[in-house]
């Protein structure tokens, strides 16, 4: 009895092992009864002689093909006579029946089973020279819709995504705020990006680039960290270096990463990026407008690569070469980046120019003579720095790094004003540490949306004025409201005051950008579609990472907006080469104007801004016209 259990035991475990086995083991079983019947009924009908009414007995072969016919095909019966016949014809028939209900049954659960499988978004993907976006945030939609931009020239572009998140709710959300994805194609899947099995689903060993996305939720930098580390470290990668750039919140963080990526990761410090450009802006008005320009893949971008043509030539030659483009930097053998080096620098073969440009198609030496107005260039004029009162508006987490860096560029002298009302802000303002005595800081504790505070403030006085989001304490939209609330009382303010007051605003959300613009705030700096410009360029050139570190940085060369009257002589026309070799006089390189022009078309809304003109024509400016240059001080 115990053998018997244990025989019997151990063939339902093995029915059971195999039943598991899915469909297939499924398909498998009724294929086997299937055949069991078969046989058996072609071996009945030849052993009994069994024959329809009027016929000659059957064979085995012949009575196994009768049988497959009825177990088929239940109509074949039909025309059967005899009873006998028709008794074996019937359980064959009826076996058919259950075996191929059963069989419909198993492929339509299959068939379900594989569908939500594949919705599940957990199928590998077996693209080649496609982008990878690991994570999601808010900023992925516009990352999107710039290498849709950058796309365009390759054939058959994929981006594939990953994240935990359900595949077609990713893929529903994609659809409904990216406008139009051109020859672009998305590939979603759902998995944990630091997981090495999830991460091999995307195919990191073909791609081209790989952005990682700081996620939403709590310590979004380690989940970077750690799925940095599962790309790099994967024993399975491929032997050729990834490109990869990845978003980081807290620059703290930032040396970790460096270690865990090496030569490999382009780090994109978010609350940085977003800081420096806030505080460029609130001193130079339009600024912003000129940092959409380079960053974004719709007009000029920035461009590293060799050009033959400049080996033996000085940097301040090489920058008279171009009508086309703007010259503003070099990269040298060892991947070092100088942007506006010394004018007598000297491209080496090897050495790679930095190079602002529509295309990289567009990119060549000018080869005519130059045509410059030597009579109309200005000899270089020294302004000295005033003291700044700065009033800061709002608090957030980028509110200290604002606070420092804008100590490092204001005169000796300057006072900072914070106004706010978080929890947190009194104490963190206490803890405050500058790195230069150049600014004292005194804060308030207001009510921002309140016109009541507000006039408490005495806005009017003040040389600049900054608005930050309540971004760490309300969500994207909330946030943008108190800002745009904030604003509308300035406007107010400043009607009131009967003169202009210099307003630069942080905003979330770029959608709420042009409700913004009844505010008549001077700039509006929008945090996270810097942020998916930033690792959208940084996925395409391996060096703008560097590139906008040394921009952003105090120490190098930086951007300024500056009279052109500082330049050239305004009362006739001049072309762009004029102004770009009077720059060169400065030490500085220019790369554009800014011209408020009512007749001047604007369509990509940057204020009169225009980055990379044509150096050619000769243009007429007028006093309050500025030249953006780039300069060390």
Known sequence: MKAEAGWRARARYAFDKSMAGGAVALIGWLGLISLIVIILAGLFLSLTGIAPEGGEPVGFIEGAWESLMRTMDAGTMGGDMGWSFRMVSLFVTISGIFVFSAL????????????????????????????????WSPSIFDIISELVIANQSRRNPRIVIMANRDKVEMEEEIAAKVDNLKNTRIICRSGDPTDLYDLSIVNPQTSRSIIVLAPEGDDPDSQVIKTVLALVHDPKRRQQRYMIAAEIRDAENAEVAGIVGGGELQLVLADDLISRIVVHTSRQSGLSAVYSELLDFDGCEIYTLEVPALTGKSFAASVMAFENC?????????????????????????????IIAEDDASIGTWGEDIKLDREAVIAPVKHPNQPEHTLMLGWNRRGPIITRELSRYVAKGSHLTIA??????????????????NMTVTHRVVDTSSRSALDTLDIDSYDHVLVLGYSDHMNAQSADTRTLITLLHLRKIAERAGHHINVVSEMTDVRNRELAEVTRADDFVVSNKLVSLM???????????????????????????????????????????????????????????????????????????????????????????????????
């Open 326 to 354: 703007a010259l503003i930097g070099v990269c040298d053998r060892n991947d070092a980046v100088h942007l506006n080096p010394l004018p007598n620098r000297v491209f080496e073969a090897g050495d790679k120019a930095i």
């Open 104 to 135: 419909i049954g198993v492929l339509s659960s299959g068939l379900e089973n594989k569908l939500d499988e594949l919705r599940k978004g957990r199928s590998r993907v077996l693209e080649q020279d496609h982008t990878i976006i690991l994570n």
């Open 420 to 437: 706010a009302s978080t929890p947190e802000f009194e104490s963190e303002i206490d803890a405050l540490a500058l790195p230069v005595d």
């Open 535 to 633: 690792l959208a360029q940084a996925s395409e050139n391996p060096y703008m990472s560097a590139i906008f570190a040394e921009l952003l940085n105090e120490e190098g060369s930086e951007l300024y907006m500056r009279p052109v009257t500082d330049y050239v002589s305004i009362d006739r026309p001049v072309n762009f080469f004029t102004i770009a070799y009077s720059a060169l006089r400065r030490g500085e390189v220019a790369i554009g104007y800014r011209r408020l022009r009512d007749n001047d078309p604007d369509e990509r809304n940057l204020g009169g801004v225009v980055v990379n003109p044509h150096r050619a024509p000769a243009m007429t400016y007028q006093p309050e016209d500025m030249i953006i240059v780039l300069a060390r001080d």
